[in-house]
C-alpha cells in the first residue's frame, strides 16, 4: 500500500516537474496550431448579432476591467491603450489568438506570448465586437504561397531585419521593448501585425508605400509571409542544431562548456593520476 | 648504458633501454582489462571509418559526417589513452637539468671572439661604418615606401558625401521619393539619385508624426511639411547602420551598442556611447512632389576622427 | 626494412643521435599541461581544415547573382566570396562539415590558448627564464585573435560586414595617425572593395606563417628549458620527473590530438555555426539584431557597449568616444599582461630561476590580481551579450549596462578581496580538491594491540608516505 502510494506519488511529482518543459516545448507548436485553425476560422467575416452579443458579454468578462466599459473610449490606466486606435478586430485576433491578451501577470518586459485563453469561436466575437465597436473589422488575409520568396527577402531585409533580425532571432529594443522572434510564428500573425504596428512596431511594418487593402501591399504582405515561413524549413538550419540562432555569443557559450569542458576532461582522463 | 646527455643521468629501477617490456606472459588482470577495452574501442573506430565511406559515397549528411568522425577519432583516442595509461610499463623517471646559461667564461669566450674578429673590420673604417649605418637607415625607410600605395590619401573624403543641393531622394532601387509616400510612423533608407547604395550617403527618412519636432528653425526649415525629417542612418559610435526605428516613441537604437537617439530632438544620443548626433539632411519637395537635398548633411557623417573638427 | 630506412636517413642527415635524445626526454604528468597541446591540436585541425575551404574561396568583392539551391537567395546579387562559401556549404560534399569544424575549432583555439595562459600565469611559469616563452605566447594570442577576426569576415557577411564596420571605426579613433592607418589598410573610405582580398592575404599568408613560425620557436624553448613541474616528491630545481616523450608522452598527446579532432568535428556536424546563409550579403545600409562577433572578440565589444560617450576635443582636432574603451583599455590591459614578469619582478625582486610551479594558493597577490583581471574581462563579455542576456533575464538593456558600468569599477576589487583571502584560508589548512584527505590508519598489531599511522596528504603522482606515530 506505502509502496504503491510512493510509486504513484513518485509519477505525479516527475509529471509535474516535466509538464512545463513539455509545455514550453510545444507551447510554440501548439500556439502555431491554434493559430492556424483559429486563423482559417477568421477569414470569413462574422456578422450575426449572437456573436457580437457573445463578444460584448467575454468583453465585459474579460477587457472591461482595464480596457475600460466601451472599447472605443478610454481605458482605466494610464498605461493600458484604448482600443480605439490599435488596430481594429485584426489587433484583437492577433493580440487573443497569440495568447497575449487578456494580459498575463508577467514582470519583464514586452507583453508575453502564450497559449491563447480563448477558443477560436469566442476569439471572432471579441474580435467582431469590438472591430464593430471601433470601426474597424478588417482581418487580413495572407497566403505564403502567393509570395514571391525572393521579393520577400528583399523586403524583410529593409522593413524587418533591423529589429527582428535577418534569421528572424528577434531582439532587445531598449527599455521595455522586445522585438519578438520569428522563427515559429505564422502567417496570419505576420499580416496582423503589419496591419497593425504594435506596441513599438510602425503600422505597415517599415514598409514603404504601405497601404492595407491594397493589391501591392497585400503582395508584399504575402511576399514577407512567404519569407518568414521559410525561417523555419529545413535549409535553413542545414547546419544541425541552431542554438537558439542568437548567433555567436550561444556559439561562444558552447565552445567553452561543450568543446573546452570536454577536453579538458578528457585531458584529466589522458594524463592520468600523474 | 651510455647517455649522449652530458650531464644528464637516469635513475630507474629498471634499464628499460634493453629490455622489451614486460613478456606478455606476465600481463595482469588489470592489464589484461585494459587490453580489451582498446581492443573494443579500436573495433568501434573501425566500423566508424567504413560508416563514413558508405554515408559519403550515398551522398553526405553533415550531421552523420560529424558523428561518425567524432567517434572514430574518439575511439582511436580513448584506445591510445588507455594503452598509454595502463599498458605500457611506464615509471616515473627523473632526468638532471643542465645549466641554461653558458656562465661567465662561455660569455666572455664569445665576446673575445666578437672583439677578435669583428671589430678589426670595422673599428678601423669608422667613416664608412657611419655612411653604412646612414645608407642602411635611408633604404629602410625607402623600402617601407610600397606601404603608401596600399590606399589613397584620406583628404577631405570622410567629411563629404555625394549628397548635394537639388539631389532628388531615393529608395534603393533608384525610384524616387514622393512626399507622404511614407507613411505615418513609418521610415525608409534613400539615396541621393544616382548614388544608390553609397554607404556613407544612406539616410533614413522618418515620417513623423505632426508637431512632435523640436527642431530649431533653421533645421525644421528643412523638414518637409514639419513631418519629412531625414537623418544620416551611420551611428556616430562605430558606424553600424541604425535601422531600429521605434515608432511609438519616435526613437532609435543601434544594434550594435545599444547608442539611443531621440528622433523628435535632432536625434540627440540619449543612451548608450554615441557622444554626437546623427546629421541631419535637410529636404525640400520639387515640383513633381519627389523630395530633394537641400545640401549635404549638416555635419561629418559616422564616427569620430582626429581631424574631424577641421 | 625500417632499419634500413633509419640507417639511410641517418647517413645523410645524422638524426638517430639526435632523436635518441628527444625521444628520451622527459615531461612531467599533470593533466594542465596539457592544455597548451589543446590549442595546438586545435590550430593542426584548423590548417587541415583551413587548407580545404582555400581551395572553394573566392576573395572578391565582384558582383555575382547566386544560382545554387537556397532558395531565398536566388537570383540576389551577392559577392563572390559570398558565393563561394554558400557553395561550399550547399553544394559541395563535406563542404559545411569542413567548415563548421574549422570555425568551431576557431573558438576553441582561442579558449585553450585563454587557460593556457592563465595556467602559466597562476603557477608563474612565465619567471626566469621562461620570459621570453611568455612574450612568444602573448604574441601568438594576438595572432589567434588576428586570424580568428580575419577568417570570420571572409565571406562577407551581413554580421561579419558590420564587424568590419566597427573595426574601421576603432582604427579611425587611434589619435594623429588614425585616418592615415585606416586608409591605408582598408585602401579608402568604407567599405573599400579591396579588405576582402587583404583579409585573406592576412589570414592565409602573413599570420599563419608567424603562428607557425612562433609555435615552433614556443615548443624549442620548451624542449630546450625543460617544462615546469609542481613540488612533489623527489621534484627539486635541478631536475624534471615525469614521463618520456617515447613511449607514454607520444601515446598521451596523440590521444589528445584524437580527442579534440573528435570534438570539434562533432560540433562540427551537429552544431551550426555562423549561417551566414540566413544573414544574407553585407550591403553597408543594411543591419541585423542581435549583432555581436566571434566570442574572443566580444570583450572589445562589450567595452564600446560600457563606454561613456565622451568625445574630446583638441583644438579643433577630437579624441573619438571610442578612443578609450577600444584603443587605450586594450592598449594598457594587454599591455600589462605582455609586461607582466618583469612587472612582477619588480615588486618580489625575485631574480632566480624557477622550475618549480607556485600553487596559485601560496602567491595570494598575484592571484588575486589574475582574478581581477578575469572579471574585468568577464564583465565586458557580459556586457557584449546584453541584448540577449536582456531578453533571457527579462531585464532592460539599459539597466544591464548600468549595473555593469558599476560593476566593472567595483567587482575587480571585491574580486581581489575575495581571493586574496580565499588564497591565504586555503594556504593554511594545505587541503587540496583532488588529494585524498589526510587521516589516519587504525591497525592491530600481532600481540593484539592497536596502531595508529598518521597518513601525510598525498602528492598527486599517488604515493603515500606513512609515518607511524604511538600505538
Redesign the interface.
Known sequence: MRRTAILFGGIALLALLLTPATGAATSRGAARAASATAAAAQQQPADSPALNARGRELYQNACASCHGPDPNGPSYYPDVPSLADVGGAAAVNWAVRTGRMPWKD????AIERGEPRFNEEDTRALATYIGKAVGDTEIPDVDPARGD??R???LY??AC???????G???????????VSLQDVHPQDVAEAIKI?P??????G??????FGTAASRQEVDDIAA?VE?LHTE?????????G????????????V???G???A????????? | MTDSDQQGSERVDVDRQTGQGPADTELTGDQRRAERRAGIALVVAIVAGIGLFVVYFSGGQTQIEGILFAVAFGALGVALGIWANHLLDAREVVEERHELTSGPAGRQAFEDALAEEVGPVLGRRSLLVKLLAGAGGALGLALLLPVLSLGPAPGNSLKVTPWRRGLRVVDENGEPVTLNQVPENGFLTVFPQGHEGAADAQTLLIHVRPGTLKLPPDRLAGVPEGTHVAYSKICTHAGCPVGLYRAESQTLICPCHQSQFDVSDGAKPFFGPAARPLPQLLLGVDEENILVAQGDFTAPVGPAFWDRGR | MVERSLKYVDERLGTASLARKTLRKVFPDHWSFLLGEIALFALVVLVFTGTFLTFFYTPSVKEVVYQGPYTPLQGTEVSAAFNSVLRLSFEVRAGLLMRQTHHWAALVFVAAIVVHLCRVFFTGAFRRPREVNWLIGILLLFLALGEGFTGYSLPDDLLSGIGLRIFYAVTLAIPVVGTWVTYLLFGGEFPAGDIISRLFVFHIMLLPALLLGLVGAHMAILVLQKHTQFAGHGRSERNVVGKRLWPEQTFKSVSLLLFTTAVLALLGGVAQINPIWQYGPFEPFNVTSPAQPDWYIGFLDGALRLGPPWDLDLFGFTISEVFWPAVLFPGIAFGILTLWPWIERRFTKDRAEHHILDSPRDTPVRTGIGAAGLMVFFIMFLEGGNDIFGVLLNVSVETITRILQWGILIAPILTFLATYWICKGLSRTRLHPAHINAGVRLSRTADGGYETTSLEPTSSDGEREPTRTGG
Not at chain 1, 106 to 109: E, I, Y
Not at chain 1, 199 to 204: A, H, I
Open positions: 508577467n514582470k519583464g518586459p520568396l525572393q520577400g527577402r528583399e531585409g529593409q531585419a533591423a529589429c527582428h533580425g535577418m534569421n532571432a528577434g531582439a532587445a529594443l531598449g527599455g521595455q521593448n522586445i522585438a504596428g506596441g513599438q512596431m510602425p503600422v505597415g517599415g514598409l514603404a508605400d504601405y497601404e519569407y521559410s535549409p535553413f538550419n542545414r547546419g544541425g542544431a541552431p542554438i540562432g542568437k548567433g555567436p555569443v550561444p556559439e561562444g557559450f558552447v565552445a567553452w561543450i568543446g573546452l570536454i577536453l579538458v578528457a585531458a584529466r582522463w589522458i594524463a592520468g593520476r600523474g
